[in-house]
Protein backbone atom coordinates (compact mmCIF):
# COMPACT_ATOMS: atom_id res chain seq x y z
CA UNK A 1 0.00 0.00 0.00
CA UNK A 2 2.66 2.22 0.76
CA UNK A 3 3.87 2.80 -3.03
CA UNK A 4 0.28 3.22 -3.76
CA UNK A 5 0.22 6.39 -1.73
CA UNK A 6 3.79 8.00 -1.59
CA UNK A 7 5.57 5.96 -4.96
CA UNK A 8 7.84 3.52 -5.77
CA UNK A 9 10.91 5.60 -5.57
CA UNK A 10 9.52 7.04 -2.32
CA UNK A 11 9.10 4.17 -0.68
CA UNK A 12 11.96 2.44 -1.64
CA UNK A 13 13.69 4.91 -0.05
CA UNK A 14 12.00 4.57 3.27
CA UNK A 15 12.31 0.70 3.46
CA UNK A 16 15.95 0.53 2.25
CA UNK A 17 16.86 3.41 4.81
CA UNK A 18 14.80 2.16 7.94
CA UNK A 19 13.76 5.81 7.67
CA UNK A 20 11.69 7.13 10.38
CA UNK A 21 9.05 10.42 9.81
CA UNK A 22 7.66 12.71 11.80
CA UNK A 23 3.97 13.47 11.72
CA UNK A 24 3.77 16.50 9.99
CA UNK A 25 5.88 14.41 6.64
CA UNK A 26 3.55 11.76 6.93
CA UNK A 27 0.95 14.24 6.85
CA UNK A 28 1.65 16.04 3.73
CA UNK A 29 2.65 12.77 1.59
CA UNK A 30 -1.24 11.66 2.96
CA UNK A 31 -0.42 8.77 4.92
CA UNK A 32 -2.86 10.19 7.65
CA UNK A 33 -5.15 12.40 7.29
CA UNK A 34 -4.87 14.71 10.50
CA UNK A 35 -2.21 15.33 13.50
CA UNK A 36 -3.56 15.32 16.72
CA UNK A 37 -1.48 16.67 19.76
CA UNK A 38 -3.46 16.24 22.60
CA UNK A 39 -6.58 14.88 23.28
CA UNK A 40 -6.86 11.81 20.74
CA UNK A 41 -9.45 9.96 22.26
CA UNK A 42 -11.80 13.02 22.23
CA UNK A 43 -10.88 13.69 18.33
CA UNK A 44 -11.21 10.08 17.59
CA UNK A 45 -14.67 9.60 18.58
CA UNK A 46 -16.07 12.72 16.93
CA UNK A 47 -14.52 11.71 13.90
CA UNK A 48 -16.43 8.49 14.74
CA UNK A 49 -19.53 10.54 15.56
CA UNK A 50 -19.39 12.42 12.12
CA UNK A 51 -19.27 9.28 9.93
CA UNK A 52 -21.80 7.31 12.07
CA UNK A 53 -23.87 10.12 10.65
CA UNK A 54 -23.75 9.19 6.99
CA UNK A 55 -25.50 6.37 5.64
CA UNK A 56 -24.46 3.16 6.41
CA UNK A 57 -25.08 1.58 2.64
CA UNK A 58 -22.79 4.72 1.43
CA UNK A 59 -20.28 3.88 3.66
CA UNK A 60 -20.37 0.12 2.63
CA UNK A 61 -20.24 1.43 -1.01
CA UNK A 62 -17.04 3.42 -0.24
CA UNK A 63 -15.40 0.84 1.30
CA UNK A 64 -15.95 -1.38 -1.38
CA UNK A 65 -14.99 0.75 -4.36
CA UNK A 66 -11.28 1.26 -2.15
CA UNK A 67 -11.02 -2.26 -1.52
CA UNK A 68 -11.94 -3.31 -5.35
CA UNK A 69 -8.41 -3.55 -7.77
CA UNK A 70 -9.43 -1.66 -10.80
CA UNK A 71 -7.56 -1.17 -13.96
CA UNK A 72 -7.58 1.16 -16.13
CA UNK A 73 -8.77 4.97 -15.40
CA UNK A 74 -12.01 4.37 -17.98
CA UNK A 75 -13.28 1.65 -16.14
CA UNK A 76 -12.70 2.93 -12.46
CA UNK A 77 -14.35 6.20 -13.98
CA UNK A 78 -17.32 4.22 -14.86
CA UNK A 79 -17.39 2.23 -11.69
CA UNK A 80 -17.90 5.34 -9.20
CA UNK A 81 -20.03 6.59 -11.64
CA UNK A 82 -22.54 3.42 -11.30
CA UNK A 83 -22.35 3.74 -7.63
CA UNK A 84 -23.26 7.03 -7.49
CA UNK A 85 -25.99 6.58 -9.38
CA UNK A 86 -27.41 3.76 -7.46
CA UNK A 87 -26.48 5.48 -4.23
CA UNK A 88 -28.07 9.00 -5.44
CA UNK A 89 -32.02 6.92 -6.20
CA UNK A 90 -32.19 5.31 -2.65
CA UNK A 91 -35.11 6.74 -0.68
CA UNK A 92 -32.78 8.79 2.06
CA UNK A 93 -30.69 10.57 -0.78
CA UNK A 94 -33.71 11.64 -2.51
CA UNK A 95 -35.11 12.93 0.85
CA UNK A 96 -31.79 15.22 1.16
CA UNK A 97 -31.62 15.68 -2.50
CA UNK A 98 -35.56 17.19 -1.75
CA UNK A 99 -34.53 18.98 1.51
CA UNK A 100 -31.16 21.03 0.77
CA UNK A 101 -32.90 24.13 -0.75
CA UNK A 102 -34.38 24.66 2.44
CA UNK A 103 -31.41 23.67 4.71
CA UNK A 104 -29.99 27.35 6.21
CA UNK A 105 -26.33 26.29 7.00
CA UNK A 106 -25.43 25.67 3.27
CA UNK A 107 -26.27 29.56 2.74
Not at 21 to 37: I, M, P, R, Y
Not at 51 to 60: D, E, L
Not at 78 to 104: C, H, Y
Amino acid sequence: MLPDITGRQQSMNWLAANTSNDASTCLALGLSHQVVEDDCYSCALRWAEKVAGHQASSITRTRKLLNTVIEGLSQRLETERENFVSQVQTGQALEGIDSFPRRKEHV
